[in-house]
């Protein structure tokens, strides 16, 4: 709802003491939550968040691979920090990677049958610490409106990186 106050603040370029606390708020739990979801993956399955994301993005790709470029865009982590966790995952047997056919300096990042069965046996606990963490308290209207807010922010933030 736009109320006066709020469309001063926007043509100012200050936030409202509402958007101000929203905004405290939303870094609060995101660094938290993203952290503590990270200690636990690492505790329980001796893999990373990013870890996870990286063999969860390749489970569902086409024939469990991508380009190396994609798989960062799509795990939203630089290229170089994308090349240090594959090549992590590469030593422990999870992923393997080739040279692309039609590109030689490209490379495909390929989950191996190990990555996929590591994800498997850390998908369930690692949901469990969502549900625990984020989804606790919350009735299902409540969910419903918590997705509904964070599809829009990431379609204005896709819209807002594409552009430039």
């Not at 191996?112 to 949901?127: I, M």
Request: glycine share 2%.
């Amino acid at each position: 709802m736009n109320t006066p106050d709020s469309r001063t603040s926007q043509v100012n370029n200050r936030l409202t003491p509402d958007q101000q606390a929203a905004w405290r708020a939303f870094l609060f739990v995101a660094s938290q939550a993203l952290d503590q979801i990270d200690q636990a993956l690492q505790k329980q399955s001796d893999m990373t968040l990013t870890d996870y994301e990286i063999l969860l993005t390749l489970a569902d790709a086409e024939e469990r691979r991508l380009r190396m470029s994609e798989l960062a865009d799509r795990v939203l982590v630089s290229r170089s920090r994308l090349t240090y966790r594959v090549d992590r995952l590469t030593e422990v047997g999870f992923v393997t990677r080739e040279e692309c056919e039609d590109d030689r300096r490209g490379l495909w990042a390929i989950l191996t049958d190990k990555g996929g069965s590591a994800l498997d046996e850390a998908t369930p606990q690692h949901h469990v610490e969502i549900h625990r963490l984020l989804f606790t308290n919350l009735a299902e209207d409540d969910v419903v409106s918590f997705r509904s807010v964070l599809r829009s922010m990431s379609d204005r933030l896709d819209d807002a990186r594409t552009r430039r």
